[in-house]
């Protein structure tokens, strides 16, 4: 079985337009490259019980919790009260991380700042060596900055340590009608149940107006549902345009 | 009080990264614009339970869901079935989509293509008038497709039966350390609870390295509170590079 990811996006910006989320898109990329499997996202807005009450649903739903968004001095980043709320911990200033602001912002320091090294109670900091900041994390929760930047940075630190056996994923294009390969899909999923079978329709396409994606974990059961389908397809005299 | 409203966004090519998940950033937009708050968006799988548990949960907390995705003809389109499970409805083939997909397939009609003429029971069509397929809502979900240009379409012909009051907003860019006025935005929430006040940092921009967001649905309520954002700020040398 792969490790499963939920994504937790914070951040009122997105959900009223005025941002566009980049992190998500980002990670669900990065983790399935990893081999993990991630089952949901969710955006919601920064109020702290929202953010408990999803956190613990997650953390107790998914092996990994990714959150983004709500970490700066302001008041609107509530993320760190809420993932405590979550765990029903107290929020502590960590020695550490206040070194490193202190360090970091030297004369310029204000108390604002300081709230950032405000975590749960308990909570570790991963990936810290050469990182000016770590990644704070609570049980199966990581938690990292809105700004893309950042957040990939901090990634990108730690990402091995998500590593799973990965995913093998064939595509093929069809000039076809949905309508008229849904039987040889249920056909073919019928004979291969663990496959993870796509369809996708593109309306806008000269060339091809389906896409199938096929994946699994294992590259053999990969290839024999792959050689099923191309049989079936043969018999309703259809033929990939491409795939690979 | 505004209305609410939940996004799902229902496809496996989102949370494996194949695709990028354009709706819901065209829904928040569209929403925001009819005065709509959308208080939190989800992209979950193509499985009916899930759809299920998550359509119901999102319908009993916002005035008005939205879904996309997961209503072609294949095996992986499960969104009615699993709205009508939500609903604890049946699926039947209603006549009038039927005889619309017979008419627009003609000679091309496949048996999967009826399948989309399979809805919940109580179902509504709304927005049929000169559109070759309407979209179909079921209590207070609205279904949509996850093919951005139809979604698009379809949205638009319906959006202003959800037009309220609308957000007014101002935005203010500022060259300072949010640490610097995270004391200041809390004093001006204290005067102004029912300000929507947003901080948001810019770590790669020369002139400003936060913008301040301030909306509220009453004008004059707006006024007051960004007049004494500026005067706050004022009274620690900080002057707005730019603003509207």
Redesign the interface.
């Known amino acids: 079985m792969s490790k499963s990811a939920g994504i937790i996006v914070i951040g ?10 980049e992190n ?2 980002y990670l ?2 990065e ?3 990893l081999g993990v499997d ?8 920064d109020e702290r019980d929202l953010i408990s009450r999803e956190v613990l649903e997650f953390s107790n739903s998914y092996d990994y919790v990714f959150t983004t968004g709500g970490v ?5 980043d509530l993320t760190m009260d809420g993932i405590a709320g979550a765990f029903g911990r107290r929020m502590y200033r960590d020695p550490d991380l206040e070194a490193t602001l202190r360090y970091h ?1 030297a004369q ?9 090294a405000n975590i749960p109670e308990g909570a570790r900091l991963v990936g810290g060596k050469g990182m000016w900041f770590p990644v704070v994390a609570v049980e199966n929760v990581y938690i990292f900055p809105g ?1 893309p ?2 957040l990939q940075r901090k990634f990108e630190r730690i990402k091995e340590s998500f590593r799973e056996a990965p ?1 093998y994923l064939r595509e093929l294009y069809l000039k076809a ?7 040889i ?2 056909h073919v ?1 019928a004979d291969f149940p663990e496959l ?6 593109y ?2 396409n000269p060339v091809y107006s389906i896409k199938l ?1 096929l ?1 699994s974990k294992d590259p053999e059961y990969l290839e024999r549902a792959h050689d099923m389908l191309i049989i079936e397809l043969a018999k309703i005299q259809l033929t990939p345009i491409q795939g690979n």
């Open positions: 009122n910006e997105i959900l009223s337009g005025k941002t566009r989320d998500s898109p669900v990329r983790l399935r490259g991630v089952r949901k996202i969710s955006v919601i807005p700066g001095p302001t008041h609107d912002y310029e320091l204000v108390d604002g700042n300081l709230r950032m700004v930047e950042i995913f009608d949905e309508g008229q390969i849904a039987g899909l249920h999923l993870l079978l796509g369809s996708y329709p309306f806008d994606t994946e």
